[in-house]
């Protein structure tokens, strides 16, 4: 089983890669915010309207499904583009956000939304069977856009990838996305204020261990490749 760091460890160290990347972050989320509220204002225009459960309304069937389509198809691309934000800063990279943004749609992005798609569908039937599944395979599934950000070009595969690199390592990831859990419940005191400071942060944190995952999940695959070229020398237990 890979080994990673103790959590404080990823803690610390989210906040020392995070300095001086919050302007760049913020500035990232306020235009992916912003595109979202405009394509999801949009579609709500042509949404039904109802009342105690009488359609007042019917709008515009059509359009408003498109426009969710599209809204899906664009927090596919967020969700990877944010994935090589925080990968970048949790290499201590300077940022880019002309470049991040651009990423999503020049890397292959119908494998992001494919991807998002999947995901959403069988997390949606892990749910159905109760909720504990369900956050256990989304916690399976988590470097499924890690594992596409680092070349895996099949979405079905990233996700399969996902699974064996989490496998032992699921409640780790949990643990360590509880140690916020106070300060997003005191973010709320804050009218949101304290967020744009603690999930660049937990994200930050994620990031560091998948970086530890991955690497020792490819020195494992390495390791197995190189024991089946390399056959046992049937003369060894002779030589002296």
Request: net charge neutral; glycine share 6%.
């Amino acid at each position: 089983m890979a080994q990673t760091q103790t959590r404080m460890y990823y803690k610390n160290e989210a906040k020392e890669v995070m300095k001086g990347q919050y302007p760049s972050v913020i500035l990232f989320g306020v235009i992916t915010l912003v595109l979202t509220g405009i394509v999801s204002t949009i579609g709500d225009l042509f949404a039904p309207t109802v009342e105690e459960f009488t359609v007042i309304d019917p709008g515009i069937p059509f359009l408003y499904l498109i426009f969710n389509i599209v809204l899906f198809g664009l927090s596919a691309l967020i969700a990877y583009g944010y994935t090589k934000l925080f990968y970048a800063i949790s290499l201590g990279q300077v940022i880019d956000v002309k470049a991040q943004l651009q990423a999503p749609l020049e890397e292959q992005p119908f494998r992001s939304i494919l991807l998002r798609f999947f995901m959403t569908l069988f997390l949606s039937l892990w749910t159905l069977l109760l909720i504990i599944p369900g956050i256990v395979k989304a916690y399976a599934y988590a470097m499924s856009y890690y594992h596409i950000m680092q070349g895996e070009q099949d979405p079905l595969a990233a996700i399969t990838a996902s699974r064996k690199t989490m496998f032992g390592h699921k409640m780790e990831l949990f643990v360590l996305d509880l140690s916020y859990l106070g300060w997003y419940i005191l973010g709320i005191f804050t009218l949101g204020i304290l967020y744009i400071w603690i999930i660049p942060r937990h994200m930050s944190a994620r990031m560091l261990m998948f970086n530890d995952l991955y690497g020792a999940s490819i020195a494992s695959d390495s390791k197995k490749d190189l024991q089946r070229k390399v056959p046992e020398d049937p003369f060894a237990a002779y030589e002296r």
